[in-house]
């Protein structure tokens, strides 16, 4: 490696270093916009927070009646246990991951006042949306454990708790880092190009088919499988469901490919986002 290189490598060590020190300092600022996003979120609605655990819930009774009633979903999509439960436990990430983004796309433009007249660094905006998203997370989670509960009393499915749920976190860890990075590159992107704003909407509506969250991946080895593993959404959702549901710690490869793919994009969504900054107010 020469010069030049070990120079652009330590840029971009210090550009991220930068970054992530901004945003412990203004931490306070951090929580301000996390809670008003919540409260905006569920103001004047009579159900509040419930929405929260109803929007997964909604969806997972959907897929639920479509592949238990229209077809045998234990058979056709080889799911060994309610599919409620195995719809839901990938619903709920991928609500997580679907509204942080959407949050994400517009937390520059929504806050334009902020941006162009007061300093502290950008990437609060992307972040506190991700934190506000992660609430509503952790509270359908609670339902999950509900659900899992609900089975195991009907004699439906059978919970045998495991070592394996302490590396839960390692995941929402993996998962958030992830969002970040894409977060920060869709609000960029939609400040620079309103058009991205349209083209996601589509685009997340679209992901969730191909990302293990209502349907299994396909395990025949054929070229529509291995383009879905390329997916790192699918080793993410497959380990929530690989931890919680049967005891026992994800498949180390597609696990480590969906970490390491987190982390670069992260490190890339980061440094671009924090050095595209000074231009934000003028094109707001």
Known sequence: MDLRSYGEVGA?????????????????????????????????SMLGIAWAVLLPLSMMLIFTFVFTRAIDARAAL??????????????????????????CVTCLVAN????????????????????????????????LVGLMVYFQWTGAWHFTPSPALAFVPVIILVQVTLTVGL????????????????????AIQLAMFVSAVVVPVPTDGSLLARVIA???????????????????????????????????????????????????AECI
């Open 12 to 44: 971009l060590q210090i550009a991220l270093s930068n970054s992530v020190s901004s945003i412990a300092r203004f931490q306070d600022l951090l929580v301000s916009l996390t809670w008003r996003d919540i409260r905006v979120r569920y103001k004047q």
């Open 78 to 103: 080889n799911v060994d246990m309610p599919y409620a439960l195995f719809a839901y436990s990938g619903l709920v990430p991928w609500t997580f991951f679907s509204a942080s983004l959407g949050g």
């Open 112 to 143: 334009r006042n902020l941006v162009t007249k007061v300093y502290f660094p950008r990437e609060v905006f992307p972040v506190s949306c991700i934190a506000g998203a992660f609430v509503d997370f952790c509270v359908a989670m609670i339902v």
């Open 183 to 202: 977060g920060m590159m869709l609000a960029m992107g939609n400040l620079f190009y309103r058009d991205v704003r349209q083209i996601f909407g589509v």
């Open 230 to 280: 390329v997916n790192p959404l699918v080793s993410i959702i497959g380990a929530y469901r690989e931890c919680i549901l049967f005891g026992r710690l994800p498949a180390a490869g597609g696990f480590f490919y969906s970490a390491a793919f987190a982390a670069a994009t992260a490190v890339i969504g980061v440094i671009v986002f924090r050095r595209a900054s000074h231009r934000f």
